[in-house]
């Protein structure tokens, strides 16, 4: 890929990340910050990252909900 595409492509990846933290936030009534923290320890980030599966596809609510499950099970554990 160019440095272009790239820019362009983590850009975008960005504007996602913000609003799966966003969906997080108003899905299950926690702060923006809190969302935060759950979005960027979530196993699935390095995935989102590195395009496996085209996660980066998936619905912002979708990922929202995965992560959070995610979450919910490491909380148990």
């Not at 108003?26 to 590195?50: C, G, Q, R, T, W």
Request: include cysteine; aromatic fraction near 8%; charge should be negative.
């Amino acid at each position: 890929m160019n440095n272009k595409h790239d820019e362009a492509f983590h850009t975008i990846l960005e504007a996602k990340y913000a609003r799966i933290i966003n969906e997080i936030s108003n899905m299950h009534s926690v702060s923006i910050e809190k969302a935060m923290d759950i979005f960027y320890n979530s196993p699935i980030l390095p995935l989102l990252e590195e395009g496996v599966a085209d996660l980066h596809c998936r619905s912002d609510k979708y990922l929202a909900e995965e992560i959070w499950r995610e979450h919910q099970a490491i909380d148990r554990d």
